[in-house]
C-alpha cells in the first residue's frame, strides 16, 4: 500500500506546542524509512494557499526533538477556509505531486484536514495543543510540557509568598480547558483552584483560605483558567478577584498571567515520547490508505477516530452542539458519545476533588 504513496506533506498548525518538532521529526523520518518523500509546509495551511514547501531529508530534522515551537512555523490562514483558497491549497497538492497531508494541531487544523480530504487528498491529524482540550483524545502533545512550566513558576511564586505571608492568584493558560491550571494547581499544592467547567463559589473559596490561614498557613496560591475570564464574560475577572481577594483577607496578594511562557520550553520527556509514536502512527495509517482520521491516546494506547466524529464530540462535550450537528450519526454512537463526554467531566471532577481535599 505504501507504494501508492510517492510524496507526503506535513505542516503544523494553529498554536504552537512543545512537541510539535518531535512530531515532524517522527513524520518525517517513519515515512522516509517506508521509502516516501517528504515535504515540509510552512506556515501551516497558508504555505499550501502560497506555496512555502521544502523536500526534507533526515537531516533535516536532525536536533529538533528537543526543541520546543514548530520548526515549520504556523499560522492561522483565513484565507484557506474559503473555497478558493482551499482550491489553491489542493492546486499546490498537485503541482507537487503530494499524495496525502500530515497536519498537527488542533480542532481548527482538523477542520482543515477534513477539507482536505473531502477534496480528494487524504490527511490525518495529530493532537498538538498545551490546551489538551481535543475531547477524543486524553492527551495533546505540549500539554505535559506546559503543566510543567506552570509548575516551575508557581514554585517560584510559593517560595516568596512564603517569605512574606502573601497570596499569589495565577491565571493559567488553557483556552476554555481547565486541565493545565488543575493538574499544575495540584501539583503545587494550591490553595484553592478555579476551572470553568466546575461549578465555584467565590466566597467558598475565600473563607476556605481564611481557615487555612487560621491554622498559621503562610503562603498561599489560587490557580485560575483563562477559560473562567471568557465564561464569565470579564477578562480582567482574575485581576478583580486578586483585589477583592486582598480587601476581603487582609492578605497582601499579588496577581500573576503565566500567559504564553507555557507553549514555549524545550519539551518534556513525555511530549517527545508520546509525539513521536503519535507521527510514527499517522503515517502507518496515511500509508495504508486511511484518511479524515485523527490519532489519539486513550488508556495510554494509541486509537484513531473519524475527524467528524472528533469534531461532533468535542461539542458535545464542551456544550456548544448546533442542530442538526448529530444528523448523520446513529442512535447507539451519539449513546457512545454521551458516556464518554461523561466519562471525561467525571475524571476531571474526581481530580478536582482530590485538590479540594489537599487545599487545608
Known amino acids: ?99 496525502g497531508i500530515i497536519a498537527i494541531g488542533g480542532d481548527g487544523t482538523f477542520r482543515g484536514a477534513t477539507d482536505l480530504s473531502l477534496r480528494g487528498i487524504p490527511t490525518i491529524g495529530i493532537p498538538g495543543t498545551i490546551d489538551n482540550d481535543i475531547t477524543s483524545t486524553e492527551y495533546s502533545i505540549g500539554f505535559d510540557t506546559a503543566v510543567n512550566t506552570a509548575i516551575e513558576m508557581i514554585d517560584r511564586l510559593r517560595d516568596t509568598c512564603e517569605s512574606h505571608a502573601r497570596c499569589n492568584v495565577v491565571e493559567i493558560m ?108 499517522a503515517v502507518r495509517l496515511l500509508l495504508e490508505g486511511k484518511s479524515d482520521l485523527v490519532v489519539g491516546m486513550r488508556n495510554g494506547e494509541l486509537i484513531s477516530t473519524e475527524i467528524s466524529y472528533a469534531l461532533k464530540l468535542d461539542r458535545m462535550y464542551k456544550g456548544t452542539l448546533k442542530e442538526g450537528d448529530l444528523d448523520n450519526f446513529t442512535e447507539e454512537q451519539i449513546a457512545e458519545m454521551k458516556a464518554y463526554c461523561a466519562k471525561r467531566h467525571a475524571d476531571l471532577e474526581k481530580l478536582y476533588n482530590i485538590a479540594y481535599e489537599m487545599a487545608h
Not at 514548530?70 to 503541482?95: P, V
Not at 491554622?215 to 470579564?234: M, Q, S, T
Request: aromatic letters at 6%.
Open 1 to 99: 500500500m505504501a507504494k501508492e504513496f510517492r510524496r507526503i506533506g506535513v505542516l503544523t498548525s494553529g498554536g504552537d506546542a512543545p512537541g510539535m518538532n518531535a512530531a515532524l521529526r517522527a513524520v518525517t523520518r517513519a515515512a522516509i524509512d517506508k521509502g516516501v518523500e517528504v515535504m515540509g509546509i510552512y506556515e501551516g495551511y497558508k504555505g499550501l494557499v502560497h506555496p512555502q514547501l521544502k523536500r526534507f531529508t533526515s537531516r533535516d530534522v536532525s536536533n529538533i526533538i528537543s526543541r520546543g515551537g514548530t520548526a515549520l512555523y504556523s499560522n492561522r490562514c483565513l484565507e484557506f477556509k474559503e473555497e478558493e483558497g482551499m482550491q489553491k491549497a489542493i492546486q499546490t497538492c498537485r503541482d507537487n505531486e503530494i499524495d
Open 174 to 281: 488553557g483556552r476554555n480547558a481547565g486541565w493545565v491550571a488543575l493538574e499544575a494547581g495540584i501539583a503545587t499544592g494550591a490553595s484553592a483552584i478555579v476551572i470553568n467547567e466546575i461549578q465555584f463559589d467565590e466566597d467558598k473559596v475565600i473563607n476556605q483560605i481564611l481557615e487555612a490561614k487560621k491554622n498559621n498557613k503562610r503562603n498561599f496560591i489560587v490557580c485560575i483558567a483563562e477559560g473562567v475570564p471568557a465564561a464569565l464574560g470579564d477578562k480582567l475577572y482574575s485581576e478583580k478577584f486578586a483585589k477583592r481577594f486582598e480587601e476581603k483577607t487582609g492578605i497582601e496578594t499579588k496577581f500573576v498571567r503565566l500567559a504564553h511562557v507555557l507553549r514555549g520550553g524545550d519539551p518534556t520527556m513525555r511530549d517527545r515520547c508520546i509525539a513521536t509514536q503519535m507521527g510514527s502512527e
